[in-house]
Each structure stands twice: as C-alpha cells, then as structure tokens.
C-alpha cells in the first residue's frame, strides 16, 4: 500500500474533490413536494369513513329496540300516627273486670213476736177465720212464756227461742198449728229424720227446702204437715181438717221480706 503524500496533479484533484462534497453537504436539499391527489384521496377516506361510521352508529340504534321508559310509582305516604286537630279525641275505655258474685250464706232473720205476725194482716181472717189462737214462746230452758210488747214490735232476740202457734175451733177438731224455731234444735230432736220416716214429698222452693207428707190416724182425720227449712230456721205446720192455700208462702214473705 503506498503511504506517500499526494504531490502535483493528485493533490490538486484530491482537493477539488474535498471542496465539491463539503459544498454538496453546505446546499440545502429541495423538499420533495406531496401529492395533492394522495392527500385529498386520504382527506376524502377520512371523511368517507366518519360519515360511514355516523350513518352506521345511526342504523345500529335504530335497529336496536328503545326500551319503554319505565313508570316509577311513588310510594303511597304512610297514614300519619298524629290525631287531625278537628278530630276529637275519645280515650278508648279500659275494660274492667267484672267481680263474679261470691255465693253468700242464708242471713239470719229473727222470729215473729207473736202468731198473728206470721201473716199480712190482710191475709189473717182468710186463714185463720174465727178459731181461737194462743202463742207461746218457749225459752232455752224449757220454759213457756207469753210474748210481750218488745217481741211483738223487735221479733225474739234470743236465738234460741222459738214461737209456738195453735188457731183450734171451737167445739170440733179442727185445729192447725205452726212452730218456727232455730235450725240447730231440730238438728239436736233428729227432727228432720223423723220427717223423712214418713215418706215425705220434697222440693226446693221459697229460697228453702220444702217437705209435706200425709200422716195415717186412726181416727180418719185429715192431717196434713209440712216442713220446711231456710237459713238459720225452720217451719213446721201440722194441720187437721184444718185446709189451707197458700200459708207457707205468706208466713215465708212475712219473716224473709219476699
């Protein structure tokens, strides 16, 4: 390879050939010009492909169904708790309870004073008619007594005493004859089983119990007795061929107040 250094002509063409390519690099190179027809031609494609897009964004919507618009109810309001102020208030009333009667014993009455308080007045002669009548009171302790003024107006006082009644015709045998006396003594005499010996017809009527039987005599009388009992006393009425209506009730609704 040679190493020399160009010398005449060589040199001289070697430095032309520098100043040529240094002069090419200093020019500026022409710019190359577009072509009008490729950029409408794009222009065009752009525009064409917007309105291909548009016209196909619009045919896609209307191909797709448009939901009816959905009625939304409003819920009806809640009725309000407040009283309206031209309502009048009316307080609801608190049912009581209703007490159920507690069954109560028989109250103790007291005896009539004297025998023609075992009737109304108005009834006295119906009953009873002209026959003479006698009244004792017998005591606790056996004894007999006539009635005074405070039996006759406050009845008998002591519990333990009882009336004794006998209205007897005079001349015949027609007698009747009623004795009201505490309960407890007829319990203590066995009364009520000797009134059950004779076979006795019983109801409960008059607030009591009410027993009547027809005794047999040898005599052929009519007898007829009746029983009864009510509280804290009991009436006993023997009668012979001495008829009657309705005495049990009338002496009944003298001494209970029916």
Not at 45 to 66: I, K, N
Not at 102 to 121: A, K
Not at 226 to 231: A, K, Q, S, V
Request: proline letters at 11%; hydrophobic letters at 35%; glycine letters at 8%.
């Amino acid at each position: 390879m040679n190493t020399e250094p160009p010398e005449g002509d060589d040199l001289q063409r070697m430095l032309v050939a520098m100043k040529q390519n240094v002069l090419e690099r200093a020019t500026p190179r022409r710019r190359r010009r577009a072509r009008p027809g490729l950029v409408i031609g794009v222009v065009g494609l752009l525009a064409l492909g917007t309105a291909s897009g548009a016209v196909a964004l619009s045919l896609s919507q209307q191909d797709r169904p448009v939901a009816a618009p959905t009625e939304t109810q409003e819920p009806e309001p809640a009725p309000s708790a407040t009283t309206p102020t031209s309502a009048p208030i009316t307080a609801t009333p608190t049912p009581r309870p209703v007490p159920t009667p507690t069954p109560t014993s028989e109250p103790d009455v007291r005896i009539p004073g004297d025998c023609y308080l075992l009737v109304p007045d108005s009834d006295y002669a119906r009953f009873f008619g002209a026959a003479q009548h006698t009244s004792t009171i017998w005591t606790p302790e056996g004894g007999g007594r006539q009635p005074d003024g405070n039996d006759r107006i406050q009845g008998l006082r002591d519990p333990d005493e009882a009336l004794s009644c006998t209205w007897q015709n005079e001349g015949v045998v027609a007698n009747i004859s009623v004795v009201v006396r505490p309960a407890f003594e007829d319990d203590a005499a066995e009364i009520p089983e000797l009134v059950a010996e004779s076979n006795p017809t019983c109801e409960d009527r008059l607030g009591g119990r009410a027993c009547s039987w027809t005794p047999g005599t040898d005599s052929g009388d009519a007898v007829r007795g009746t029983y009864f009992t009510r509280g804290n006393l009991t009436i006993d009425i023997m009668q012979t061929d001495f008829p009657t209506n309705g005495l049990l009730p009338a002496i009944v609704g003298e001494i209970w107040g029916d």
